[in-house]
């Protein structure tokens, strides 16, 4: 059988090409490497090369036409030698869990569409704000403080802490080296919750601004559903008001997890990640269960201030979501800043002690060992907060209270929409959220949008930060992919050199023929600004060629992202290409 010329994948987000020009034509010579066509999407044209030698045998695909990725395009080999002729199948859907649900009623004028979000975190309040600029009137109803986890008991009361932490550290560690000599250097715990709250009003406060000008309703009361596409909210007058819509949007995000642990609930020192953001004092010891995002983040703020930390984790790995190399780093510097780590160390119990709690958990030998501390910090995951919602009264597909979407984040009721930390199958990330939000506002409005996670960065506020997006290298090898690494180390970097002296590294994964960036993989100062250019770069379907012609500005840490990129070719300036 002759060789099949294929559509190739330039890029994770290329679902199909266009025929631009055939520069060979049927009947004549090909050798290896030679170009055979032309091909464009919608961001690149590219020139699709013969990996075999022989004849142009028949061309499938006209110039003009759409192929989907690995359609194809021609046939080459011996003359006489038998081809396929299929024409390109269309381009496949994306894969939903199950069927868009049908239009609940004919359009609207957009100015006549009532939509009512449920939840004012980063997935609701960004939600309403997109609807209400495309003319819907918009209601929030919200149980408690807008801004949801993030903004209140998330991420940004979080790097709060983290940020405070830093400057400690950085004046005792990094100090003395640079000529800045402090003494009495002392963390002022009290201060820190007061700034981390400061900052928490004033981006909630924000929020209620946005909606004042974008004329987004707000009721304060918690919502269920009575019926499909039917909610009933108990306001926070006492009242209760039966309310429908067009559209409903469910964004009411996730809470703490709390494993069944015997001993655990019942211990007043075993706090969540709200506890560990409002301590009054700073505890000497802590004992972290879990080793994801959570534990760690908070681990590496209170280690900082001063606190034993030791960690237990259950898997014998961490932070999964991460590439190998980075974990590794990552884990190193946390031990240098004195944490202990105790993997495949599953909690059985937690028994009373007069420090505060002692964790007794069954290490890797199958023997007990107890660990006390002031405070238990219990980071096992985040769990959807729908149980108050009346899934099944509001006939909402769902998968332990997750509420099942598809990519326009329709659920399996017409004119019903999730969001965010609720929704199955997603990162559970405020970022995420937002993308979120805007789709099921636009795709409500009339505008088809839809959610792609593939530019989904991934940041970690450990020390050093990291950051990823796209595919790690644990997952190409998995999908069998061709793939090159780049890899430029933060010591080679001027500006990460005078930051924290140069720990970390930027890893840049590429498809091993064009060069498409599949996946960029940095720790180091700055990696969670950083990875901005690396979502950039998948969303645009960008090759390593591309980073390169880009002048990035010296002295920055941004070089280290092109000079990632050169190394993946072998041409790297400031470090080795070996
Ligand atoms: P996680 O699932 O990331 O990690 C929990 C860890 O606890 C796992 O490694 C698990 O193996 C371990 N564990 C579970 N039971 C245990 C037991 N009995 N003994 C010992 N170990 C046990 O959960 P998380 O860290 O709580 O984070 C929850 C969610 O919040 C995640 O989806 C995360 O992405 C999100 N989040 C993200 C950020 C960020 O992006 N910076 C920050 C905070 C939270």
């Given at each position: 059988m002759a060789y099949e010329l294929k559509m190739p994948q330039l890029g994770l987000t290329m679902e199909e090409g266009t025929v631009s020009k055939w520069v060979?034509?049927?009947?004549?010579?090909?050798?290896?490497?030679?170009?055979?066509?032309?091909?464009?999407?919608?961001?690149?044209?590219?020139?699709?090369?013969?990996?075999a030698e022989g004849t142009l045998l028949k061309i499938v695909a006209q110039e003009g036409d759409d192929v989907p990725v690995k359609g194809t395009l021609a046939w080459i080999g011996k003359p006489g030698e038998a081809v396929g002729g299929a024409a390109p199948a269309p381009a496949a859907a994306p894969a939903v869990p199950f069927a868009p649900a049908p239009a609940a009623a004919p359009a609207k004028p957009a100015g006549d569409k009532k939509i009512i979000v449920v939840g004012g975190g980063p997935g609701g309040y960004v939600a309403a704000i997109r609807a209400a600029q495309l003319g819907a009137k918009v209601t929030v109803v919200e149980r408690e403080h807008l801004g949801g986890t993030c903004l209140n008991i998330g991420c940004?009361?979080?790097?709060?802490?983290?940020?405070?932490?830093?400057?400690?550290?950085?004046?005792?560690?990094?100090?003395?080296?640079?000529?800045?000599?402090?003494?009495?250097?002392?963390?002022?715990?009290p201060q820190v919750?007061?700034?981390?709250?400061?900052?928490?009003?004033?981006?909630?406060?924000?929020?209620?601004?946005?909606?004042k000008m974008n004329?987004?309703?707000?009721?304060?009361?918690?919502?269920?559903?009575?019926?499909?596409?039917?909610?009933?909210?108990?306001?926070?007058?006492?009242?209760?008001?039966?309310?429908?819509?067009?559209?409903?949007?469910?964004?009411?995000?996730?809470?703490?997890?709390?494993?069944?642990?015997?001993?655990?609930?019942?211990?007043?020192?075993?706090?969540?990640?709200?506890?560990?953001?409002?301590?009054?004092?700073l505890p000497k010891s802590m004992v972290v269960i879990g080793a994801g995002v959570i534990g760690l983040e908070l681990a590496c703020a209170y280690a900082a201030f001063g606190t034993k930390i030791t960690v237990v984790e259950a898997l014998d790995h961490m932070l999964p979501m991460l590439d190998g190399d980075l974990t590794k780093i990552g884990v190193a510097h946390m031990k240098k800043m004195g944490?202990?780590?105790?993997?495949?160390?599953?909690?059985?119990?937690?028994?009373?002690?007069?420090?505060?709690?002692?964790?007794?958990?069954?290490?890797?030998?199958g023997k007990e060992v107890a660990f006390e501390a002031e405070k238990v910090l219990v980071a096992v995951g985040r769990r959807a907060n729908t149980a108050m919602l009346d899934l099944d009264a509001g006939k909402l597909d769902?998968?332990?209270?997750?509420?099942?979407?598809?990519?326009?984040?329709?659920t399996s009721v017409p004119g019903v929409y999730a969001i965010g930390d609720c929704v199955m199958g997603y990162a559970q990330l405020a970022h995420t959220a937002s993308a979120m939000g805007e789709v099921a506002a636009e795709n409500i409005m009339g505008i088809e949008a839809h959610y792609d996670q593939k530019t989904n960065p991934t940041c970690v506020y450990i020390e050093p930060e990291a950051a990823s997006v796209g595919?790690?290298?644990?997952?190409?090898?998995?999908?069998?992919?061709?793939?090159?690494v780049g890899k430029f180390p933060m010591a080679a970097n001027g500006k990460a050199l005078i930051l924290n002296g140069g720990e970390g590294v930027v890893k840049i994964i590429a498809g091993k023929e064009y060069g498409e960036i599949l996946g960029m993989h940095i720790i180091g100062p700055r990696a969670t600004d950083l990875i901005a250019e690396g979502a950039l770069?998948?969303?645009?379907?960008?090759?390593?060629?591309?980073?390169?012609?880009?002048?990035?500005?010296?002295?920055?840490?941004?070089?280290?992202?092109?000079?990632?990129a050169l190394q993946a070719e072998k041409r790297a300036i400031h470090t080795s290409n070996k």
């Open positions: 060979k034509k049927e009947g004549d010579a090909v050798k290896v490497g030679d170009v055979i066509v032309e091909i464009t999407t919608d961001k690149l044209t590219n020139e699709v090369v013969s990996e940004i009361p979080t790097k709060c802490l983290l940020h405070s932490a830093e400057l400690v550290n950085d004046i005792k560690e990094q100090g003395p080296d640079i000529g800045v000599k402090v003494s009495g250097v002392e963390v002022d715990f919750i007061k700034h981390k709250n400061e900052i928490s009003k004033k981006l909630t406060s924000g929020i209620a601004g946005l909606f004329k987004v309703a707000k009721v304060d009361g918690e919502a269920k559903f009575v019926a499909p596409g039917k909610l009933s909210v108990k306001k926070a007058d006492g009242s209760t008001e039966e309310m429908t819509a067009d559209a409903i949007i469910v964004a009411t995000g996730s809470i703490n997890a709390i494993p069944p642990i015997p001993g655990l609930k019942e211990n007043p020192n075993c706090i969540d990640s709200t506890g560990a953001l409002s301590l009054e004092k944490m202990e780590f105790n993997l495949e160390c599953p909690v059985q119990r937690v028994e009373k002690s007069s420090v505060g709690a002692k964790v007794v958990c069954k290490n890797k030998e769902n998968d332990r209270g997750r509420i099942k979407v598809n990519d326009k984040m329709e595919l790690t290298e644990e997952q190409c090898k998995e999908q069998g992919l061709a793939y090159k770069a998948i969303g645009e379907e960008m090759t390593l060629d591309e980073i390169i012609a880009t002048i990035h500005s010296h002295p920055t840490v941004t070089e280290a992202m092109r000079e990632a």
